[in-house]
């Protein structure tokens, strides 16, 4: 397995962050290698169970993850995300800051699945440099909310 954590402050009150976040297809706007994000179910409200299409470039190559939002708290978000090669578990954490922002915190844990486990070790330098990303990416976004 190999995780990846990023803390992140922003002006922004928690409540519209996690609203915002809560909407993975949103991940098209933040996430640097998400190439698309498209809801896979009936598309009602966003909660629990909810899915997602969401096509990445990962180490120079397409693939595809469907992402279930698998936990929604007042301050916490949980999604899973599954293809043949891989399990993708993002959790973010929202806590209102003092100063009426929020400090979002992004972890993410990858399970690779038959020879690509393999590989794990040699892809953390991929997965950290997408971390950096996010870290530079995701601010801007929810401060635009």
Same mark, same amino acid.
């Given at each position: 397995m190999v995780s990846v954590e990023r803390v992140m402050s922003?002006?922004?009150?928690a409540e519209t962050v996690l609203g915002y976040l809560a909407d993975f297809g949103h991940a098209e706007v933040w #996430?640097? *290698?998400?190439?698309?994000c =498209?809801?896979?179910d009936d598309g009602g409200p966003v909660d629990v169970g909810s899915t997602?299409?969401?096509?990445?470039?990962?180490?120079?190559?397409?693939?595809?993850?469907?992402y279930r939002l698998v936990t929604r708290t007042s301050n916490r978000l949980t999604f899973?995300?599954?293809?043949?090669?891989?399990?993708?578990t993002d959790?973010?954490?929202?806590?209102?800051? #003092?100063? *009426?922002?929020?400090?979002? =915190?992004?972890?993410?844990?990858?399970r690779f699945k038959g020879l690509v486990k393999l590989a794990a070790p040699f892809l953390r330098r991929e997965i950290e440099r997408l971390g950096d990303e996010l870290e530079r990416t995701l601010p801007p976004v929810l401060e635009r909310l």
């Open positions: 922003v002006s922004t009150p #996430d640097p *290698g998400t190439r698309s =498209t809801r896979a997602w299409r969401n096509i990445s470039v990962f180490n120079g190559r397409e693939t595809e993850l469907t899973v995300g599954e293809n043949s090669t891989v399990t993708a959790e973010i954490h929202v806590e209102k800051s #003092d100063d *009426g922002g929020s400090t979002v =915190t992004y972890h993410t844990d990858l």
